[in-house]
């Protein structure tokens, strides 16, 4: 016969093009799938294109599978065009182009959670300095580089042992990442805050209540020296208490009042067949921003966020609806030192060397700290009372708001930075605020007054608590009028004393043990690069 050609190529699979769309990430394309006389020769060409992936230019010098883009791409898409070449000639195929590349702000993360609360808006260069955050937890690893230097205090006030340099448990080296880390991939709330780890968690999770207590003093003597206008308590106390009695509540309360905004955690002992109530400190004091943790079921969108099916809410012993806000707190994803005793515990959960993955209103806490801080950096003179009301007031309905279970709704940061002469949530009860007996500068909370003062007329909360404030969808008088402040709460009240077993051997857990055993759907809650872009067109962002 004549003599046989060899086949040329023939694209079977287009080549495809995986990573991230920003600069300084890199993307890889496979080659896509080829049939034809072997052997076949591939050879890579990368092309920077219009947004509409058209009008397409090689870019010079990207011949190799993989490519960074750099910051001339910003705003470009880029696609790769690979060469198949054998005896029988040369054949090129071009993937899809990407989404337009977005620029490397230093900032960045996989998960959806920052998108969803807003939060992203604030990593931008320009926006403000936020103030210092405190983390009162196990310590901060402060050598990670997901804190940039940024720890500019720690102390450490734990009596239990063993309690290891730095963090042995973990649990705050997570938390405090959610709140202001600023990995690229993992970047938290506010990445430019400073952190002060105040260390009251043993290796074993565990703290006395006396060293929370201690934790808030030392907060409030220091406040002034690092600009501490946030404090995050991602723990609670093991008894069920009223803030008439329990010392805690008196040593956040005062935090408070001398202007730091204190969020703590709800409590992981929820029910989905209705509400647990919200019944330890700190949590349970309504000078303190109480978080409770939500489901983002996979997507940045809010309206089909539904509350953890764990995650504590109601009312507390005193008749306080708790929590105030949501935010996510499922499959969140933080830092942690790989030696630490929660890394050692729940190796399934670690996702990449020093992070993990863990579910808990632990980490819904500092989600609402980093917003306050970001907000608080828009707004350097507001009061907590002002903070809490813009957050309450902006939060995002979700897909179970009616029930209250993540109180006025999820969190949107960039919308509370926004408002405008927000309301005081806690107006009915600035009337009960006396100066300190003790002489010292902060007011105190006259519980013994404002109790008399409730349980002589049940319905004194209406008129504040009303539609004046939160409009009967949230705060009407369905949940405050006398079923919530009627004789049955007040005698539960009345019977707790300040015993011993407040000041002794009474433990504080991480909510409880710091996080929550759950399954994660595969790929979820890891944000697409499509849903970025629509995310941050949601937030004003540039593209």
Same mark, same amino acid.
């Given at each position: 016969?004549?003599?046989?050609?060899?086949?040329?190529?023939?694209?079977?699979?287009?080549?495809?093009?995986?990573?991230?769309?920003?600069?300084?990430?890199?993307?890889?394309?496979?080659?896509?799938?080829?049939?034809?006389?072997?052997?076949?020769?591939?050879?890579?060409? $990368?092309?920077?294109?219009?947004?509409?992936?058209?009008?397409?230019?090689?870019?010079?010098?990207?011949?190799?599978?993989?490519?960074?883009?750099?910051?001339?791409?910003?705003?470009?898409?880029?696609?790769?065009?690979? %060469?198949?070449?054998?005896?029988?000639?040369?054949?090129?195929?071009?993937?899809?182009?990407?989404?337009?590349?977005?620029?490397?702000?230093?900032?960045?993360?996989?998960?959806?959670?920052?998108?969803?609360?807003?939060?992203?808006?604030?990593?931008?260069?320009?926006?403000?300095?936020?103030?210092? *955050? %405190?983390?009162?937890?196990?310590?901060?690893?402060?050598?990670?580089?997901?804190?940039?230097?940024?720890?500019?205090?720690?102390?450490?006030?734990?009596?239990?042992?063993?309690?290891?340099?730095?963090?042995?448990?973990?649990?705050?080296?997570?938390? %405090?990442?959610?709140?202001?880390?600023?990995?690229?991939?993992?970047?938290?709330?506010?990445?430019?805050?400073?952190?002060?780890?105040?260390?009251?968690?043993?290796?074993?999770?565990?703290?006395?209540?006396?060293?929370?207590?201690?934790?808030?003093?030392?907060?409030?003597?220091?406040?002034?020296?690092?600009?501490?206008?946030?404090?995050?308590?991602?723990?609670?106390?093991?008894?069920?208490?009223?803030?008439?009695?329990?010392?805690?509540?008196?040593?956040?309360?005062?935090?408070?009042?001398?202007?730091?905004?204190?969020?703590?955690?709800?409590?992981?002992?929820?029910?989905?067949?209705?509400?647990?109530?919200?019944?330890?400190?700190?949590?349970?004091?309504?000078?303190?921003?109480?978080?409770?943790?939500?489901?983002?079921?996979?997507?940045?969108?809010?309206?089909?966020?539904?509350?953890?099916?764990?995650?504590?809410?109601?009312?507390?012993?005193?008749?306080?609806?708790?929590?105030?806000?949501?935010?996510?707190?499922?499959?969140?994803?933080?830092?942690?030192?790989?030696?630490?005793?929660?890394?050692?515990?729940?190796?399934?959960?670690?996702?990449?060397?020093?992070?993990?993955?863990?579910?808990?209103?632990?980490?819904?806490?500092?989600?609402?700290?980093?917003?306050?801080?970001?907000?608080?950096?828009?707004?350097?003179?507001?009061?907590?009372?002002?903070?809490?009301?813009?957050?309450?007031?902006?939060?995002?309905?979700?897909?179970?708001?009616?029930?209250?279970?993540?109180?006025?709704?999820?969190?949107?940061?960039?919308?509370?930075?926004?408002?405008?002469?927000?309301?005081?949530?806690?107006?009915?009860?600035?009337?009960?605020?006396?100066?300190?007996?003790?002489?010292?500068?902060?007011?105190?909370?006259?519980?013994?007054? $404002?109790?008399?003062?409730?349980?002589?007329?049940?319905?004194?909360?209406?008129?504040?608590?009303?539609?004046?404030?939160?409009?009967?969808?949230?705060?009407?008088?369905?949940?405050?009028?006398?079923?919530?402040?009627?004789?049955?709460?007040?005698?539960?009240?009345?019977?707790?004393?300040?015993?011993?077993?407040?000041?002794?051997?009474?433990?504080?857990?991480?909510?409880?043990?710091?996080?929550?055993?759950?399954?994660?759907?595969?790929?979820?809650?890891? *944000?697409? %690069?499509?849903?970025?872009?629509?995310?941050?067109?949601?937030?004003?962002?540039?593209?």
């Amino acid at each position: 016969t004549a003599s046989v050609d060899a086949a040329p190529p023939v694209a079977a699979a287009l080549p495809v093009v995986t990573g991230w769309p920003e600069a300084g990430e890199s993307l890889a394309v496979d080659g896509g799938t080829w049939t034809g006389t072997a052997p076949i020769a591939l050879s890579y060409q $990368w092309q920077r294109c219009d947004v509409h992936g058209l009008e397409c230019v090689d870019v010079a010098g990207a011949t190799e599978a993989t490519y960074v883009p750099t910051e001339d791409d910003v705003g470009a898409t880029l696609r790769a065009t690979v %060469a198949a070449a054998n005896a029988g000639g040369t054949v090129s195929a071009a993937s899809e182009a990407t989404l337009r590349i977005a620029s490397a702000t230093g900032f960045s993360s996989r998960q959806q959670w920052p998108y969803v609360t807003g939060v992203a808006r604030f990593w931008a260069a320009d926006a403000p300095a936020p103030p210092a *955050i %405190a983390i009162v937890d196990s310590g901060i690893d402060a050598t990670r580089p997901d804190f940039g230097g940024r720890v500019v205090a720690q102390a450490s006030l734990t009596a239990l042992t063993p309690n290891s340099p730095g963090d042995g448990r973990g649990h705050g080296t997570f938390v %405090a990442s959610i709140a202001a880390g600023e990995a690229h991939g993992y970047t938290g709330a506010a990445p430019r805050a400073n952190l002060v780890s105040v260390d009251v968690i043993d290796d074993h999770g565990m703290a006395m209540t006396s060293d929370v207590i201690a934790a808030a003093d030392w907060i409030y003597q220091n406040r002034d020296t690092y600009n501490i206008r946030v404090a995050n308590f991602s723990l609670q106390g093991s008894a069920p208490s009223s803030l008439q009695v329990d010392p805690v509540d008196k040593a956040v309360e005062r935090l408070w009042q001398s202007g730091v905004v204190v969020v703590a955690a709800a409590g992981n002992y929820g029910s989905a067949n209705g509400p647990s109530g919200v019944l330890y400190s700190p949590g349970n004091d309504p000078f303190v921003l109480t978080a409770g943790a939500l489901d983002t079921q996979g997507t940045v969108a809010t309206g089909d966020d539904l509350t953890a099916p764990w995650s504590a809410y109601g009312h507390t012993l005193d008749g306080f609806l708790k929590p105030e806000l949501g935010a996510p707190g499922r499959y969140i994803v933080g830092a942690v030192p790989p030696d630490s005793t929660l890394a050692l515990e729940r190796p399934e959960s670690i996702v990449a060397p020093g992070y993990m993955r863990l579910s808990g209103t632990s980490f819904a806490a500092p989600v609402v700290s980093g917003a306050a801080a970001d907000v608080l950096a828009a707004h350097p003179s507001w009061t907590p009372n002002q903070v809490k009301g813009a957050l309450m007031l902006t939060a995002a309905q979700t897909a179970d708001g009616s029930s209250l279970a993540s109180g006025a709704g999820e969190v949107d940061a960039a919308a509370a930075a926004d408002a405008v002469d927000p309301p005081n949530p806690n107006a009915a009860l600035d009337q009960f605020l006396v100066a300190d007996p003790a002489g010292g500068p902060t007011p105190v909370f006259d519980t013994t007054t $404002w109790a008399a003062t409730a349980q002589a007329d049940p319905s004194w909360a209406t008129a504040y608590w009303g539609t004046a404030y939160w409009g009967t969808a949230y705060w009407g008088t369905a949940y405050w009028g006398t079923a919530y402040w009627g004789t049955d709460y007040w005698e539960t009240g009345s019977a707790l004393s300040s015993s011993d077993a407040y000041w002794g051997t009474t433990s504080v857990t991480a909510t409880p043990n710091g996080a929550v055993a759950d399954a994660l759907p595969a790929g979820a809650y890891w *944000i697409s %690069a499509a849903d970025r872009v629509a995310a941050e067109g949601r937030l004003g962002l540039a593209p």
